[in-house]
């Protein structure tokens, strides 16, 4: 008797195989009303003290962010905070601090609607450039509202 394997990929939207002990990639589809959203800024975060980055969403839009990062030369050890800013009230989000990168991955995503706030702290005793950035997918509000409304 002979016995066939296969693998099944693990891409797509769906449920996972249970049988092959395979599950479905975490990273967002796009679908035809949405298109992929991603942020980018280069700052300069000064010496022993912090830098608040905001990055504006545009009105009637959502982005809904599964990855944040920051990027800089060097091994400094560097603070990042992930708020989100909707009708004047701030949520955090996220905060990792890290030598020469730090990223946060939100496997869910997480919704901006009006400002992504990064909030970054050099411990260093001099300046450094910080190249910071956020990723996931952009949709208008009245899409979005049908997707998450039952």
């Known amino acids: 008797m002979t016995v066939k394997t296969s ?43 912090d830098l608040i980055v905001d990055i504006p969403i545009a009105t009637g839009y959502v982005a ?29 989000i996220v905060a990792k601090s890290g030598y020469g990168s730090v990223v946060a991955h939100l496997p869910k995503g997480f919704p901006f609607d009006e400002i992504v706030r990064f909030i970054l702290h050099n411990y260093a005793a ?7 950035g956020a990723v996931g997918i952009y949709t208008d509000s009245e899409h979005y509202l049908l997707t998450v409304t039952p």
Not at 66 to 84: C, H, I, Q, R, Y
């Open 126 to 132: 001099f300046d450094i450039l910080v190249d910071i």
């Open 64 to 92: 809904i962010v599964n990855d944040f990062f920051a990027s800089f030369p060097g091994l400094t050890l560097l603070e990042m905070k992930v708020k989100a800013v909707s009708n004047g009230v701030v949520a955090d």
């Open 7 to 49: 693998i099944v990929e693990a891409k797509g939207v769906g449920r996972k195989d249970y049988s092959s002990g395979v599950e479905l990639s975490v990273e967002p589809v796009i679908r035809s009303y949405q298109s992929v959203y991603s942020a980018w800024d280069l700052v300069t975060v000064p010496a022993v003290s």
